[in-house]
């Protein structure tokens, strides 16, 4: 019986995933078709013929780490009609423990995007399309900030652009010290200290 051919959307996430491993144990800088074509034992062309240019296939590499987060980022979920019990804060505790690096897993595809965001920061095009992933999660938490603002259980005495801003730079600064600096943060205190802050930063006053 003959071997079924791989299809070309399989040989996209196949490269991809060979891409994200490079990444994340050598760093974007030695992401390149060469290395990654020993890397995946083929020559270049696969990954030219897919991909086109590396910028392409970093976003398509940034962009597989959002795979099944609990954020839609082209289609936002109105909590609106959430019931009376519903917790804003742990919902978004919830959302940003999907990227924080509190297992391998998360610790691996959190350096890749944050490898491919430090990276875009000199390539303009890229960091654009970097940035439309980031602002439909903008989009999600300010929808539950409003929320949990209305029903009286998020502080309200500064913008929810703000509240939005400082609920990522936490974030972000957990990620960082959890991935780059890890003898300061150990993985059993991450989710902890991710809850305790949210509850300090976005609590009513």
């Given at each position: 019986?003959?071997?079924?051919?791989?299809?070309?959307?399989?040989?996209?996430?196949?490269?991809?995933?060979?891409?994200?491993?490079?990444?994340?144990?050598?760093?974007?800088?030695?992401?390149?078709?060469?290395?990654?074509?020993?890397?995946?034992?083929?020559?270049?062309?696969?990954?030219?013929?897919?991909?086109?240019?590396?910028?392409?296939?970093?976003?398509?590499?940034?962009?597989?780490?959002?795979?099944?987060s609990p954020?839609?980022?082209?289609?936002?979920?109105?909590?609106?009609?959430?019931?009376?019990?519903?917790?804003?804060?742990?919902?978004?505790?919830?959302?940003?423990?999907?990227?924080?690096?509190?297992?391998?897993?998360?610790?691996?595809?959190?350096?890749?995007?944050?490898?491919?965001?430090?990276?875009?920061?000199?390539?303009?095009?890229?960091?654009?399309?970097?940035?439309?992933?980031?602002?439909?999660?903008?989009?999600?938490?300010?929808?539950?900030?409003?929320?949990?603002?209305?029903?009286?259980?998020?502080?309200?005495?500064?913008p929810v652009?703000?509240?939005?801003?400082?609920?990522?730079?936490?974030?972000?600064?957990?990620?960082?010290?959890?991935?780059?600096?890890?003898?300061y943060l150990?993985?059993?205190?991450?989710?902890?200290?991710?809850?305790?802050?949210?509850?300090?930063?976005?609590?009513?006053?």
């Open positions: 019986m003959a071997e079924r051919r791989e299809t070309a959307d399989e040989r996209r996430a196949r490269l991809v995933v060979v891409a994200r491993d490079l990444i994340a144990d050598e760093g974007v800088a030695a992401c390149t078709f060469r290395r990654l074509a020993k890397a995946a034992g083929c020559s270049t062309r696969p990954f030219t013929h897919a991909f086109g240019t590396r910028d392409a296939l970093l976003r398509e590499v940034a962009l597989s780490t959002w795979e099944g954020v839609d980022v082209d289609a936002p979920v109105d909590p609106a009609g959430a019931p009376a019990d519903w917790d804003p804060i742990g919902e978004l505790e919830r959302i940003g423990s999907h990227w924080l690096p509190a297992t391998d897993a998360r610790a691996r595809d959190e350096r890749v995007y944050l490898e491919i965001v430090l990276h875009c920061m000199t390539r303009p095009e890229l960091w654009r399309e970097i940035l439309g992933f980031s602002a439909g999660a903008n989009r999600q938490v300010a929808l539950i900030l409003e929320e949990g603002r209305r029903r009286g259980r998020v502080r309200n005495d500064l652009e703000d509240l939005v801003m400082a609920y990522w730079s936490f974030h972000a600064g957990l990620g960082l010290v959890a991935v780059y600096e890890a003898p150990p993985r059993e205190r991450i989710d902890p200290l991710w809850r305790a802050g949210l509850e300090a930063l976005l609590g009513p006053r």
